[in-house]
């Protein structure tokens, strides 16, 4: 779906204020807080990795592209296609958990308690006003990649790419113990016209061909709105996820959260 160019507009002064830098060389940064600026440094520690934020040693200016409206559906058998359908970031094999946004999809999968055998639907919207790349990047004075004690102080890479947006998921997760479970879950779907071969049917009749299904396996049902001050109410299995989707594409981010950071070494960066 395309989002509306003027969802979510900001002007260039608007920017600069909203993401003006509240890090600095001097600073120590608390131990477990996120990177959330762009240029900010960051590390990678801990199993699963966990990316905390270091300070800045990088400058430059931004330009704001990529609007992003994006709707997923999908039915999920393993962790990675349920990972996956959720936008939770991959590396080493484990979820990176980098931003809030990972944090709470994180903990929406958990609060479901998704185990081997389950079948999961996914329904998974992304709502961005664009994406904040850094431009013109270089040292800040006195700042030497590779001097010792640079990436406790400095981290291993720089915030090169910062989006901040909204998010809405939803799980419906029947529950299975063995293979043959599984596989029954997954012919009532199709007999109810849920799975057209084996993607999901996503039309404004799931949650009907959800609800028939349930009623002859274990589930449980959990869904986050996030990047949205007042989100609208969403009832699993008996709000029609399409319809609203489609209405939550056209709300404006108005306490939008991080729903995504790229990086970059510091070897590539100019001095100042």
């Given at each position: 779906m395309d989002m509306d160019d003027k969802a979510g507009d900001l002007t260039e002064a608007a920017l600069d204020r909203r993401y003006e830098l509240d890090y600095s060389p001097g600073e120590v940064q608390a131990m477990w807080t996120p990177p959330a600026a762009l240029f900010q440094g960051a590390l990678a520690v801990g199993r699963p990795p966990r990316l905390i934020g270091?300070?800045?040693?990088?400058?430059?200016?931004?330009i704001q592209l990529n609007a992003e409206s994006r709707v997923r559906a999908r039915i999920c058998?393993?962790?990675?296609?349920?990972?996956?359908?959720?936008d939770l970031k991959i590396g080493g094999g484990v979820v990176i958990v980098d931003t809030g946004s990972a944090e709470s999809k994180l903990q929406l999968i958990s609060s479901i308690g998704v185990s081997n055998y389950d079948v999961t639907i996914v329904v998974y919207a992304k709502h961005v006003p664009g994406s904040l790349f850094a431009k013109g990047a270089r040292l800040l004075p006195g700042v030497r990649p590779g001097t010792q004690g640079f990436v406790d102080y400095y981290g291993g890479a720089w915030v090169s790419k910062i989006t901040h947006g909204a998010e809405f998921a939803s799980i419906v997760n029947y529950k299975a113990a063995t293979r043959e479970q599984r596989m029954g879950i997954v012919s009532a779907l199709k007999a109810e016209g849920a799975l057209a071969g084996n993607s999901l049917n996503f039309d404004f009749s799931l949650e009907a061909k959800l609800e028939a299904v349930a009623k002859h396996f274990a589930y449980d049902t959990d869904y986050l709105i996030r990047g949205i001050a007042s989100p609208p109410y969403f009832e699993p299995l008996e709000t029609k996820s399409a319809e609203f989707c489609r209405d939550f594409l056209k709300l404006t981010p108005d306490s939008p959260i991080v729903t995504d950071l790229d990086f970059t070494d510091y070897g590539s960066v100019p001095p100042g």
């Open positions: 270091k300070s800045t040693g990088v400058t430059g200016e931004h058998v393993d962790d990675q296609s349920l990972t996956m359908s959720l």
